[in-house]
Protein backbone atom coordinates (compact mmCIF):
# COMPACT_ATOMS: atom_id res chain seq x y z
CA UNK A 1 0.00 0.00 0.00
CA UNK A 2 1.39 3.51 -1.29
CA UNK A 3 0.65 5.32 1.44
CA UNK A 4 2.59 8.25 2.69
CA UNK A 5 2.71 8.37 6.20
CA UNK A 6 6.04 10.34 6.84
CA UNK A 7 5.02 13.24 8.29
CA UNK A 8 1.59 12.13 9.69
CA UNK A 9 2.04 11.33 13.83
CA UNK A 10 -0.72 9.39 15.82
CA UNK A 11 -0.38 10.17 19.41
CA UNK A 12 -0.11 6.91 21.17
CA UNK A 13 -1.92 8.04 24.61
CA UNK A 14 -5.18 9.07 22.30
CA UNK A 15 -4.84 8.26 18.55
CA UNK A 16 -5.36 12.00 17.78
CA UNK A 17 -3.96 11.93 14.28
CA UNK A 18 -1.94 15.00 13.05
CA UNK A 19 1.06 16.95 11.50
CA UNK A 20 4.30 16.40 12.44
CA UNK A 21 5.84 19.57 12.49
CA UNK A 22 9.30 21.12 11.97
CA UNK A 23 11.30 20.95 15.03
CA UNK A 24 14.48 22.93 16.38
CA UNK A 25 16.96 20.70 17.75
CA UNK A 26 16.45 20.36 20.82
CA UNK A 27 12.23 21.32 20.66
CA UNK A 28 9.56 18.60 21.58
CA UNK A 29 5.84 18.23 19.98
CA UNK A 30 2.95 17.97 22.48
CA UNK A 31 -0.40 16.16 21.49
CA UNK A 32 -2.59 18.95 20.73
CA UNK A 33 -5.64 17.14 22.04
CA UNK A 34 -4.13 15.34 25.52
CA UNK A 35 -0.62 16.81 25.83
CA UNK A 36 1.31 13.54 25.37
CA UNK A 37 5.06 14.57 24.47
CA UNK A 38 4.80 12.90 20.74
CA UNK A 39 8.20 13.84 19.47
CA UNK A 40 11.62 15.84 20.57
CA UNK A 41 14.28 16.28 18.26
CA UNK A 42 17.33 15.10 20.09
CA UNK A 43 20.47 15.76 17.63
CA UNK A 44 22.92 12.93 17.80
CA UNK A 45 20.74 10.57 20.07
CA UNK A 46 22.29 7.22 19.34
CA UNK A 47 25.97 8.67 20.17
CA UNK A 48 24.77 10.42 23.43
CA UNK A 49 23.03 7.51 24.58
CA UNK A 50 25.63 5.21 23.92
CA UNK A 51 27.86 6.93 25.75
CA UNK A 52 25.85 7.50 28.85
CA UNK A 53 24.72 4.33 28.79
CA UNK A 54 28.24 2.43 28.61
CA UNK A 55 28.91 4.83 31.61
CA UNK A 56 26.03 3.13 33.22
CA UNK A 57 27.29 -0.25 32.80
CA UNK A 58 30.91 0.93 34.11
CA UNK A 59 28.64 2.03 37.32
CA UNK A 60 26.78 -0.37 37.78
CA UNK A 61 29.97 -3.34 36.89
CA UNK A 62 30.93 -1.42 40.26
CA UNK A 63 27.61 -1.45 41.86
CA UNK A 64 27.96 -5.33 41.78
CA UNK A 65 31.73 -5.84 42.69
CA UNK A 66 31.71 -4.09 45.89
CA UNK A 67 30.68 -3.63 49.08
CA UNK A 68 27.00 -1.49 49.50
CA UNK A 69 27.31 -1.15 53.36
CA UNK A 70 29.43 -1.74 56.47
CA UNK A 71 27.74 -2.11 59.52
CA UNK A 72 29.63 -2.00 63.41
CA UNK A 73 28.23 -2.54 66.50
CA UNK A 74 28.87 -3.87 69.27
CA UNK A 75 32.68 -5.25 68.02
CA UNK A 76 31.13 -7.32 65.03
CA UNK A 77 31.15 -5.68 61.29
CA UNK A 78 28.82 -6.86 58.83
CA UNK A 79 29.21 -5.84 55.41
CA UNK A 80 27.11 -6.81 52.30
CA UNK A 81 27.26 -6.93 48.14
CA UNK A 82 24.17 -5.88 46.01
CA UNK A 83 24.29 -9.91 45.45
CA UNK A 84 24.80 -10.49 49.22
CA UNK A 85 21.25 -9.29 49.92
CA UNK A 86 19.88 -11.72 48.02
CA UNK A 87 21.78 -14.45 49.11
CA UNK A 88 20.83 -13.48 52.88
CA UNK A 89 17.10 -13.11 51.79
CA UNK A 90 17.64 -16.48 50.41
CA UNK A 91 19.30 -17.99 53.55
CA UNK A 92 16.57 -16.07 55.61
CA UNK A 93 13.86 -18.53 54.08
CA UNK A 94 12.36 -16.28 51.94
CA UNK A 95 13.18 -16.82 48.01
CA UNK A 96 10.15 -14.98 47.02
CA UNK A 97 11.22 -11.62 48.04
CA UNK A 98 14.67 -12.52 47.35
CA UNK A 99 13.58 -13.39 43.91
CA UNK A 100 11.58 -9.75 43.44
CA UNK A 101 14.79 -8.05 44.38
CA UNK A 102 16.98 -10.10 42.05
CA UNK A 103 15.44 -9.58 39.61
CA UNK A 104 14.40 -6.08 39.91
CA UNK A 105 18.03 -4.87 41.05
CA UNK A 106 20.31 -7.14 38.99
CA UNK A 107 19.09 -9.28 36.55
CA UNK A 108 16.77 -6.52 34.69
CA UNK A 109 19.21 -3.70 35.03
CA UNK A 110 22.28 -6.57 33.33
CA UNK A 111 20.10 -7.64 30.40
CA UNK A 112 18.73 -3.69 30.08
CA UNK A 113 22.44 -2.47 29.83
CA UNK A 114 23.85 -5.52 27.61
CA UNK A 115 20.30 -5.81 25.04
CA UNK A 116 21.12 -1.75 24.14
CA UNK A 117 24.68 -2.21 23.85
CA UNK A 118 24.75 -4.87 21.46
CA UNK A 119 21.99 -2.82 20.04
CA UNK A 120 23.43 0.35 20.20
CA UNK A 121 27.55 -0.35 19.43
CA UNK A 122 25.94 -2.40 16.16
CA UNK A 123 24.17 0.20 14.48
CA UNK A 124 26.82 2.85 15.51
CA UNK A 125 29.52 0.33 13.25
CA UNK A 126 27.20 0.91 10.58
CA UNK A 127 25.25 -2.95 10.99
CA UNK A 128 21.65 -3.67 11.36
CA UNK A 129 22.01 -6.19 14.25
CA UNK A 130 20.20 -10.05 14.17
CA UNK A 131 18.71 -10.26 16.50
CA UNK A 132 16.79 -6.56 16.18
CA UNK A 133 13.10 -7.57 16.87
CA UNK A 134 13.97 -9.69 19.99
CA UNK A 135 16.13 -7.00 21.22
CA UNK A 136 13.73 -4.35 20.55
CA UNK A 137 10.78 -6.27 22.20
CA UNK A 138 12.88 -7.30 24.92
CA UNK A 139 13.80 -3.45 26.18
CA UNK A 140 10.25 -2.67 25.52
CA UNK A 141 9.19 -4.98 28.07
CA UNK A 142 11.72 -4.97 30.56
CA UNK A 143 12.59 -1.41 31.03
CA UNK A 144 9.44 -0.85 33.56
CA UNK A 145 10.78 -3.89 35.95
CA UNK A 146 14.34 -2.48 37.10
CA UNK A 147 14.24 -0.56 39.56
CA UNK A 148 17.63 0.87 40.97
CA UNK A 149 16.33 3.88 41.57
CA UNK A 150 13.58 3.15 43.75
CA UNK A 151 16.24 0.42 45.45
CA UNK A 152 18.68 3.69 45.91
CA UNK A 153 15.63 5.32 48.10
CA UNK A 154 15.62 2.29 50.04
CA UNK A 155 18.95 1.92 50.90
CA UNK A 156 19.19 5.48 51.88
CA UNK A 157 16.08 5.18 54.07
CA UNK A 158 17.46 1.99 55.68
CA UNK A 159 20.44 3.96 56.19
CA UNK A 160 18.85 6.36 58.46
CA UNK A 161 17.43 3.95 60.17
CA UNK A 162 20.38 1.65 60.85
CA UNK A 163 22.27 5.04 61.84
CA UNK A 164 20.26 4.90 65.27
CA UNK A 165 21.49 1.14 66.05
CA UNK A 166 25.10 0.73 65.01
CA UNK A 167 27.72 2.49 62.74
CA UNK A 168 27.17 2.89 59.46
CA UNK A 169 29.93 2.78 56.38
CA UNK A 170 28.98 3.49 52.93
CA UNK A 171 30.51 1.02 50.22
CA UNK A 172 31.91 2.07 46.84
CA UNK A 173 28.78 -0.30 45.52
CA UNK A 174 26.61 3.05 47.07
CA UNK A 175 28.13 5.39 45.35
CA UNK A 176 28.23 3.42 42.44
CA UNK A 177 23.97 3.00 42.34
CA UNK A 178 23.90 6.61 42.57
CA UNK A 179 26.45 6.90 39.98
CA UNK A 180 24.20 4.26 37.73
CA UNK A 181 20.80 5.74 38.47
CA UNK A 182 21.78 8.80 36.91
CA UNK A 183 23.58 7.85 33.97
CA UNK A 184 20.79 5.63 33.25
CA UNK A 185 18.29 8.36 33.28
CA UNK A 186 20.70 10.54 31.49
CA UNK A 187 20.25 7.78 28.66
CA UNK A 188 16.62 6.94 29.11
CA UNK A 189 16.30 10.55 28.28
CA UNK A 190 19.18 11.06 25.05
CA UNK A 191 17.67 8.29 23.53
CA UNK A 192 14.74 8.92 20.47
CA UNK A 193 13.14 5.45 18.87
CA UNK A 194 11.92 7.46 15.95
CA UNK A 195 15.87 8.46 14.91
CA UNK A 196 16.82 4.90 15.94
CA UNK A 197 14.64 3.46 13.45
CA UNK A 198 15.38 5.83 10.95
CA UNK A 199 19.07 4.89 10.94
CA UNK A 200 18.11 1.31 11.06
CA UNK A 201 15.95 1.93 8.05
CA UNK A 202 19.14 4.01 6.61
CA UNK A 203 21.08 1.00 6.59
CA UNK A 204 18.07 -1.70 5.62
CA UNK A 205 18.00 0.42 2.13
CA UNK A 206 22.08 0.56 1.83
CA UNK A 207 22.54 -3.35 2.63
CA UNK A 208 20.00 -3.79 -0.13
CA UNK A 209 21.82 -1.69 -2.12
CA UNK A 210 24.35 -3.60 -2.01
CA UNK A 211 22.76 -7.28 -2.61
CA UNK B 1 -12.40 18.21 15.48
CA UNK B 2 -10.11 15.54 16.13
CA UNK B 3 -9.47 12.57 13.81
CA UNK B 4 -7.72 9.12 15.23
CA UNK B 5 -5.90 7.37 13.23
CA UNK B 6 -8.04 4.29 13.80
CA UNK B 7 -10.53 5.74 11.92
CA UNK B 8 -8.11 6.26 8.96
CA UNK B 9 -6.97 2.63 9.08
CA UNK B 10 -3.98 3.83 10.28
CA UNK B 11 -2.51 1.57 13.00
CA UNK B 12 0.38 2.68 15.76
CA UNK B 13 2.85 0.09 16.16
CA UNK B 14 3.48 -0.38 19.72
CA UNK B 15 7.10 -1.76 19.02
CA UNK B 16 8.66 0.96 16.86
CA UNK B 17 6.06 4.09 16.04
CA UNK B 18 5.51 3.43 12.93
CA UNK B 19 2.50 4.17 11.62
CA UNK B 20 1.06 1.57 9.45
CA UNK B 21 -2.01 1.97 6.71
CA UNK B 22 -4.09 -1.47 7.15
CA UNK B 23 -7.82 -1.56 5.89
CA UNK B 24 -10.02 -4.02 8.04
CA UNK B 25 -9.42 -6.38 4.84
CA UNK B 26 -6.23 -7.52 6.20
CA UNK B 27 -6.79 -10.16 8.80
CA UNK B 28 -3.67 -9.96 11.08
CA UNK B 29 -1.80 -6.69 10.10
CA UNK B 30 1.83 -6.73 11.18
CA UNK B 31 4.15 -3.96 11.19
CA UNK B 32 6.14 -3.28 7.99
CA UNK B 33 9.04 -2.01 9.66
CA UNK B 34 9.79 -4.67 12.14
CA UNK B 35 7.18 -6.92 12.37
CA UNK B 36 5.35 -6.94 15.61
CA UNK B 37 1.46 -7.30 15.08
CA UNK B 38 -0.48 -4.14 14.81
CA UNK B 39 -3.45 -3.71 17.21
CA UNK B 40 -5.81 -0.53 16.54
CA UNK B 41 -6.59 -0.92 20.44
CA UNK B 42 -4.77 -3.38 23.46
CA UNK B 43 -6.52 -6.77 23.05
CA UNK B 44 -8.46 -6.93 25.77
CA UNK B 45 -7.41 -4.35 27.64
CA UNK B 46 -10.41 -3.53 29.76
CA UNK B 47 -10.80 -7.32 31.08
CA UNK B 48 -6.67 -7.67 31.79
CA UNK B 49 -6.62 -4.59 33.61
CA UNK B 50 -10.07 -5.42 36.09
CA UNK B 51 -7.98 -8.54 36.67
CA UNK B 52 -4.66 -7.18 37.59
CA UNK B 53 -6.71 -4.91 39.75
CA UNK B 54 -8.75 -6.81 41.57
CA UNK B 55 -5.88 -8.95 42.51
CA UNK B 56 -3.82 -6.24 43.81
CA UNK B 57 -6.95 -5.02 45.59
CA UNK B 58 -7.03 -8.02 47.41
CA UNK B 59 -3.92 -8.10 48.53
CA UNK B 60 -3.67 -5.08 49.60
CA UNK B 61 -5.43 -5.98 52.70
CA UNK B 62 -2.89 -8.58 54.10
CA UNK B 63 -0.31 -6.49 52.96
CA UNK B 64 -1.16 -3.60 55.53
CA UNK B 65 -2.63 -6.11 58.08
CA UNK B 66 0.22 -8.47 58.49
CA UNK B 67 3.83 -7.87 59.95
CA UNK B 68 6.45 -6.90 56.35
CA UNK B 69 9.49 -7.45 58.89
CA UNK B 70 10.86 -9.13 62.60
CA UNK B 71 13.49 -7.10 64.14
CA UNK B 72 15.02 -8.27 67.46
CA UNK B 73 17.52 -6.13 69.44
CA UNK B 74 18.62 -8.46 72.58
CA UNK B 75 15.43 -9.60 74.51
CA UNK B 76 13.28 -7.30 72.71
CA UNK B 77 11.21 -8.90 69.09
CA UNK B 78 9.55 -6.60 67.43
CA UNK B 79 7.17 -7.47 64.52
CA UNK B 80 6.17 -4.42 62.41
CA UNK B 81 3.37 -4.13 59.76
CA UNK B 82 3.56 -1.16 57.14
CA UNK B 83 2.00 1.13 59.38
CA UNK B 84 3.66 0.59 62.88
CA UNK B 85 7.31 0.73 60.51
CA UNK B 86 5.86 4.63 59.60
CA UNK B 87 4.31 5.29 62.64
CA UNK B 88 7.91 3.86 65.02
CA UNK B 89 10.02 6.21 62.08
CA UNK B 90 7.69 9.25 63.14
CA UNK B 91 8.27 8.83 67.02
CA UNK B 92 12.04 8.40 66.21
CA UNK B 93 11.74 11.84 64.68
CA UNK B 94 12.60 10.86 61.34
CA UNK B 95 9.25 12.55 59.94
CA UNK B 96 10.38 13.11 56.47
CA UNK B 97 11.26 9.39 56.14
CA UNK B 98 7.93 7.94 58.10
CA UNK B 99 6.23 10.34 55.65
CA UNK B 100 8.36 8.93 52.31
CA UNK B 101 7.57 5.78 53.98
CA UNK B 102 3.67 6.39 54.41
CA UNK B 103 3.08 7.83 51.01
CA UNK B 104 5.07 5.34 49.27
CA UNK B 105 3.78 2.23 50.71
CA UNK B 106 0.44 2.92 52.06
CA UNK B 107 -1.18 5.92 50.13
CA UNK B 108 -0.01 5.58 46.48
CA UNK B 109 -1.19 2.08 46.48
CA UNK B 110 -4.93 2.82 47.61
CA UNK B 111 -5.03 5.84 45.00
CA UNK B 112 -3.39 3.91 42.14
CA UNK B 113 -6.12 1.36 42.39
CA UNK B 114 -8.36 3.58 42.96
CA UNK B 115 -7.94 5.83 40.07
CA UNK B 116 -7.39 2.59 37.51
CA UNK B 117 -10.56 1.34 38.86
CA UNK B 118 -12.20 5.21 38.13
CA UNK B 119 -10.62 4.89 34.66
CA UNK B 120 -11.72 1.17 33.82
CA UNK B 121 -15.52 2.37 34.93
CA UNK B 122 -14.91 5.75 33.19
CA UNK B 123 -14.04 3.56 29.83
CA UNK B 124 -16.62 1.33 30.11
CA UNK B 125 -19.51 3.63 30.77
CA UNK B 126 -18.62 5.45 27.62
CA UNK B 127 -18.17 8.30 29.09
CA UNK B 128 -17.13 11.85 27.51
CA UNK B 129 -16.50 14.11 30.92
CA UNK B 130 -13.54 15.84 30.94
CA UNK B 131 -11.31 12.84 29.29
CA UNK B 132 -7.70 15.11 29.45
CA UNK B 133 -8.56 15.26 33.40
CA UNK B 134 -8.26 11.45 32.96
CA UNK B 135 -5.21 11.04 30.34
CA UNK B 136 -3.31 12.95 33.40
CA UNK B 137 -4.47 10.68 36.19
CA UNK B 138 -3.06 7.65 33.65
CA UNK B 139 -0.10 9.26 33.07
CA UNK B 140 0.90 9.73 37.02
CA UNK B 141 -0.51 6.35 38.14
CA UNK B 142 1.98 4.82 35.21
CA UNK B 143 4.82 6.58 36.59
CA UNK B 144 4.64 6.55 40.30
CA UNK B 145 3.57 3.17 40.81
CA UNK B 146 7.21 1.42 40.69
CA UNK B 147 7.99 4.12 44.02
CA UNK B 148 5.89 1.53 46.64
CA UNK B 149 8.45 -0.75 45.79
CA UNK B 150 10.65 1.16 48.25
CA UNK B 151 9.65 -0.81 51.72
CA UNK B 152 10.76 -4.28 50.00
CA UNK B 153 13.66 -3.17 49.39
CA UNK B 154 14.63 -1.13 52.79
CA UNK B 155 13.24 -4.70 54.21
CA UNK B 156 16.04 -6.06 51.92
CA UNK B 157 19.50 -3.92 53.07
CA UNK B 158 18.16 -4.33 56.73
CA UNK B 159 17.62 -8.03 56.17
CA UNK B 160 20.96 -8.50 54.72
CA UNK B 161 22.67 -6.12 56.93
CA UNK B 162 22.05 -6.33 60.51
CA UNK B 163 23.07 -10.19 61.62
CA UNK B 164 24.66 -10.11 64.19
CA UNK B 165 23.50 -13.51 65.43
CA UNK B 166 22.20 -13.22 69.01
CA UNK B 167 22.65 -9.69 69.36
CA UNK B 168 20.01 -8.49 66.83
CA UNK B 169 19.12 -9.18 63.58
CA UNK B 170 16.31 -8.32 61.28
CA UNK B 171 13.99 -10.86 59.37
CA UNK B 172 11.31 -10.27 56.66
CA UNK B 173 7.72 -10.75 57.94
CA UNK B 174 4.88 -12.77 56.18
CA UNK B 175 3.28 -9.22 54.89
CA UNK B 176 6.27 -8.49 52.21
CA UNK B 177 5.15 -10.87 49.81
CA UNK B 178 1.86 -9.67 49.07
CA UNK B 179 2.88 -6.40 49.39
CA UNK B 180 5.27 -6.73 46.46
CA UNK B 181 2.78 -8.76 44.57
CA UNK B 182 0.45 -5.51 45.34
CA UNK B 183 3.45 -3.45 43.41
CA UNK B 184 3.74 -5.63 40.40
CA UNK B 185 0.42 -6.10 39.56
CA UNK B 186 -0.87 -2.50 40.21
CA UNK B 187 2.09 -1.72 37.51
CA UNK B 188 0.49 -4.75 34.96
CA UNK B 189 -2.80 -3.11 35.20
CA UNK B 190 -1.51 -0.04 34.64
CA UNK B 191 0.30 -1.28 31.84
CA UNK B 192 -2.31 -3.54 30.58
CA UNK B 193 -4.65 -0.25 30.31
CA UNK B 194 -4.91 1.11 26.84
CA UNK B 195 -5.29 5.12 27.65
CA UNK B 196 -6.90 5.66 24.50
CA UNK B 197 -9.89 4.40 25.17
CA UNK B 198 -10.67 7.18 27.62
CA UNK B 199 -10.90 9.09 24.16
CA UNK B 200 -12.42 6.72 21.99
CA UNK B 201 -15.86 8.27 23.42
CA UNK B 202 -15.94 11.52 22.19
CA UNK B 203 -15.32 9.94 18.40
CA UNK B 204 -18.24 7.92 18.92
CA UNK B 205 -20.44 11.12 20.33
CA UNK B 206 -19.23 13.14 17.01
CA UNK B 207 -20.07 10.09 14.46
CA UNK B 208 -23.35 10.13 16.29
CA UNK B 209 -23.66 14.26 15.85
CA UNK B 210 -22.77 14.44 12.27
Known amino acids: MATTTNNLLACPECDALQRQPELAPGGAAACMRCGAELVRNKPDSLEHTLAFMVGAAVAFACANAFPLMQLEANGITTESTLYGLVKQLFATGWPSVAIVVLVTVIVVPWAQIVTSLYLLILIKLGRVPHLLQPAIRTLDWIWRWGMVEVFFLGSIISLVKLTKMADVYMGWAFYAVGAYVLLLAAAVAAFDPKSLWHRIEVLRSREEARA | ?210
Not at chain 2, 89 to 106: D, Y
Not at chain 2, 140 to 168: N, P
Open chain 2, 1 to 210: MTVTAASQGYLLCDGCYRLNHAGPEVLEPTCARCGTALHARKPASLACTWAYLLAAAILYIPANLLPVMDSAKLTILQSDTIWSGAVYLWNEGNRMLSAIVFIASIVIPAVKIVSLGWLLIAAQMRSTHNPLRRARLYRATAYIGRWSMVDIFVGAVLVGLVQFGAFAYVLPGPGAIFFAAVVVLTMLASASFDPRLTWDPLQEEQARER
